[in-house]
């Protein structure tokens, strides 16, 4: 069999696709330590140790990079949180702990990803509008995981899709103070009482579910 | 008796803090209907029906007068939560509605001050850093308020902190997305369907401060 094309070409696009990568991560190094303020194109190259035109080959500009980067780290972050979910038992409580735990680590084990998507990093415009967009994307994407875990309620519930928001932004807000070191937890205590102010928020949602369909019956 | 100063000067004093306040009335306005991006000093000064000299007699850039304009605005607010709060009667849940219903109706009766307060709002870097601080303001007063309504517990546990933190990010949020119109409730509903968020989540602080009472005295 003839390749479809050359391997030399091949190699040419993984290449650039290791290069961009290499980039991202540089960026979100260089604004983790100095803030967004400090992100430049020649520090992004140095950082990297790369070429500054190596960046114009991978990004149109500095906000196109940080959209990039926002976008790939919220795509690690999902699929550290869809993994554990997966290989978590069933339950509300065991479901509701192993998104926590995925969260939460993803955020102790790379500090400067944590801190690029917490709401804190306001930084570059590239990165304000990837994160709404990422942000209404968890919104859908939690709700999906609340629906199974509360009887008589669909994802497109509009109390499911309250809940999910308002969830996921509490906790994007305690974690963000636990990645900044602000608060005075260790992670198993952490996740055990964020777990618990969940679990207490999805009875609260029961009792929405119950009052909804007795309202509707009577 | 003899003013201390000349009326001439307390009227001129006065005129200015009108002038302040009429323009930052209107920079909101500004923002609400056209973007952050919008924001000039002489969009101000047309919205406020003034010369552009007065913006640059109260403020010393764009920065300082949206600054100034978080400030007021979340002073305001807390206003309104204050007082609704003390004319409520005591017990958990009609605290915590009398603060879900003056936030949803402080946003609904002010829409471009609701939206500014918003985190969607992500504009100018003067609202952005004021925005951090008075939201950790926001985390310390329902810290005390949430302190009241759970026993064993005060506003400096950690447990209480963490609750307020979860809770006024997740309501900043569904409040924002009742604001800008993107989620199907009315008025009684959003406020009836957060306060039983929010009065599950109070369930999950009070089996915290349980376990952490028992096992100090075990």
């Known amino acids: ?23 991202i991560e540089a960026a979100i190094e260089v604004m983790a330590r ?12 140095t950082e990297a140790g790369l070429s500054t035109r190596f960046v114009y080959e991978s990004f149109a500009d500095l906000d196109d990079l940080t959209g990039a980067a926002f976008d790939m780290t919220s795509r690690e972050l999902a699929t550290a949180v869809n993994t554990a979910v997966r290989g978590a038992p069933t339950g509300r409580r065991a479901r509701i702990t192993a998104v926590v735990e995925a ?41 999906a995981l609340l629906a199974d875990l509360v009887d008589g309620l669909g994802a497109e519930d509009r109390a499911v899709a309250l809940t ?15 990645a900044y ?32 369909s007795s309202s509707d019956s009577s």
Do not use: C, W
């Not at 094309?5 to 961009?20: F, T």
């Not at 100095?34 to 190259?45: F, S």
């Open 164 to 178: 999910s928001r308002f969830l996921v932004s509490a906790f994007g807000e305690t974690m963000t103070a636990l």
């Open 1 to 23: 069999m003839r390749p479809a094309r050359s391997y030399g070409g091949i190699a040419a696009d993984e290449r650039m696709r290791g290069r961009r990568e290499q980039l």
């Open 103 to 143: 969260i939460t680590d993803f955020f102790l084990t790379r500090p400067a990803k944590g801190k690029f998507l917490s709401t804190r990093a306001y930084g570059h415009p590239g990165s304000a509008r990837t994160r709404l967009a990422r942000s209404e994307d968890y919104v859908a994407a939690f709700a």
């Open 181 to 212: 070191g602000e608060t005075p937890y260790t992670r198993d205590e952490f996740v055990h009482d964020n777990v618990e102010l969940f679990l207490g928020a999805l009875d609260g949602l029961d009792r929405i579910a119950d009052q909804s």
């Open 34 to 45: 100095d803030g967004a303020g400090a992100l430049t194109v020649r520090r992004v190259a």
